[in-house]
């Protein structure tokens, strides 16, 4: 692993060095957004997205424009995938047109791991979500605004409930919290939606999501989708909001001022109540505004703009 | 209702004075276009589309980028609204990014006004077209094209004729008509397609169609959608544009060199006929050509870029 | 034929001294990008494309972005045409909004023909595929990279292969080779796809696929689509791939070190052998990183940026 690395595909080959440097570097961009305004002057980056997608091809093209960067995007509908190409050739055609950086979000796992190993030195790749697998620069800007609250993660207490299974999320921001040293991190989830083995070492893991919440600094909560109920004996969104949902009461079990997270696009009145999305525990916003500068981070460092 | 207000969310809550200073930028904009081109430079605007539109969406970001600014599109298809999430949140997860402008189609009558009052005081939110009820620009430019032909609206005589029930056109429009003291409006809509009473006040509302063109100066025809024929006895587009078309025989009624309008997109041969569509009295291109530069005076009044 | 027309609709009605001035320049691009980074600055170009596409609309939104032009994308799903607006109507409307340069592609053989002739004279069209009939910057694009090979083109064989009925590159191309004075131009189509005369005109035509391949230097394979088989009497992609795919054994017909183009996308295994595209003599990498100098140096050229 050098010092730069090429990509950004997952969290777990990253050097915590650089990593701890695109958090640094993102929280210098946020102080003094201005001064980067011209920095990526001349590149390009394609935003390749195979799923739709609102707020992370919308942060990812912010960033880059604030960086001064042109930005192309490439939606699947419009795909040469319909006419059958296959997703490498469709990326050694996009490579052939000279972007500096291409971010990708695919509905695989493995997705870009041969596209990162086919590509030509100048050329970078971010994923920007990768099957129930990777999103690396989500975990990013969960560890930043984490660390806007706890500066020392080594006194924090994070648990991250819900359906750790096929959320994206899990995996990154389990990792990269487990790098960046955090005190205790503790993990959650309803009965058939629990992490595999590799994201529950090192973690405290509970069944019961009022015992899992006793005393934690910081909630993340993950989004339960509609189809999942069916398959968990569970009737209806208001039976798992009973059950799995973040109320106020159950935010009460927390510690005293307690952060309450949550990557979006949130199921009001599911997984979490809207008293607590929208009330002063809450830094769902601040995760979205990180995002930006997480990503102009991410873009900066790779690129060195 | 200060002098600079933050947002363009209908026509009916603005001052005059804020839209006569649209109006007369508008016209000093495309004087000297070329003056602009950096106003702009360092601010974001973000186009989110709740329904497919190719000339507002389109009119909008090139105006966007006349001005300098950068542009972010978002649409529908694209939304997390597919997710379940709610307008709402989605306004305020793009919010968090940062952007300067907003602007917003949605095919709700009110869907921006919790969205006006939720905005933090940076944030500048633009309709471009809710419901059946608003379309502020729309009107904007209908009223700078007029001025065009008419720097004295008090002496014109002006006729809105089609379906006034369901245009987003009507209510804007004739409410700033009626702000900048139009002389005489006139509506006249095939029976079950007329406007509402707060529409028809201060207007004089004709049912037959020739009587409403007699001797008006210009026609402001709207569109009619095939699907409204059905509920109105009317068998066929041909029979609609026999009985409310705007034929060339039609507009022989109107005053000597009255002009005509259209918002588009038109349906030729059903509510206008192409001979007047494309004849000398046409005002339909100057209409578009006048909405990308009212855009720019709307963006650029509201951000005092 | 003036020196510098107005439009590049296709390749036929151009001048041959045009022509290889596009490509004089797109070489010089290729040599020296950054010269021309602020070449286009304050010029924009609309996008319109009424069939989907990734490369050409990219490589065509990537050219101008190299070129300073702002760029704003059109997909036929926005499109008004979806309420009725004809095309002609829709290319009044965003030429009225002041574009230099509009990009088309559209299902119809002779779309561009009626608005090439109605747009105003600092309205420049470029036709970005037209039904099965003109790709005049494919056509480009595959001569410069030709040249790269074959300086002179006159001691060049050429052969183009597949589906020269459907392909909306064979007219283009054809008509291009034989302008530069092509040593040689070979034709090859399973039955029933055959080009017509005036594409066959001044090319040596075959039925056989492997005494066409004989001594040739290059073999431009065209795209086979799937639905195209069942009329004829191809049980399957296999099969085709047996009788009329460009496997390595067939290559090894052709001249020694014979080089392979492509339009893309492929179609692996049928119309053309994995081996043969990501082998060495394969081209299509350059065809497209060409195609964006290619797109530029057509924009400079029109534009006179």
Redesign the interface.
């Known amino acids: 692993m050098t010092d730069r690395p090429q990509h950004l595909i997952d969290i777990a080959s990253q050097d915590t060095t650089f990593l701890r440097r695109v958090l640094d570097q993102a929280a210098a961009m946020r102080a003094n957004p201005?001064a980067f305004?011209q920095a990526g002057s001349?590149r390009?980056m394609?935003n390749l997205f195979y799923e739709?997608?609102?707020?992370t091809?919308?942060?990812f093209?912010?960033a880059a424009?604030?960086l001064g960067l042109?930005v192309?995007n490439?939606?699947a509908?419009?795909?040469?995938v319909?006419?059958?190409?296959?997703l490498m050739?469709?990326f050694?055609?996009?490579e052939?047109?000279?972007?500096d950086l291409l971010v990708l979000r695919h509905p695989e796992d493995e997705a870009l791991v041969p596209l990162a190993a086919a590509a030509a030195p100048g050329t970078h790749l971010v994923n920007a979500g990768s099957g129930s697998r990777a999103h690396p620069t989500q975990a990013l800007l969960d560890a930043m605004t984490l660390l806007d609250e706890h500066p020392d993660l080594s006194q924090a207490k994070v648990l991250i409930a819900g359906d750790l299974h096929h959320s994206r999320v899990t995996r990154s921001s389990a990792a990269l919290l487990k790098k960046l040293g955090i005190g205790e991190l503790r993990l959650c989830a309803p009965p058939g939606l629990e992490a595999g083995p590799e994201v529950s070492a090192g973690a405290v893991v509970f069944d019961d999501f009022d015992a899992a919440l006793a005393g934690v600094d910081v909630v993340m909560m993950l989004?339960i989708q509609?189809e999942r109920l069916a398959g968990m004996d569970i009737p209806d969104p208001e039976a798992y909001h009973r059950e799995w949902g973040l109320t106020p009461e159950r935010l009460a079990l927390a510690a005293p001022q307690a952060r309450v997270m949550h990557p979006?696009?949130?199921?009001?009145g599911v997984e979490i109540a809207s008293e607590v999305a929208d009330g002063p525990q809450s830094l769902i916003?601040?995760q979205?505004?990180n995002?930006?500068f997480t990503r102009m981070a991410v873009i900066h460092e790779l690129l060195k703009v």
């Not at 979006?264 to 009001?268: A, F, H, V």
């Open positions: 201005d305004r001349g390009l394609v739709p997608s609102t707020r091809r919308v942060s093209e912010i424009l604030k042109q192309v490439v939606a509908a419009d795909s040469s319909k006419k059958g190409e296959t050739d469709t050694r055609t996009l052939a047109m000279g972007p989004r509609h979006g696009p949130m199921n009001r916003q601040q979205v505004a995002g930006v």
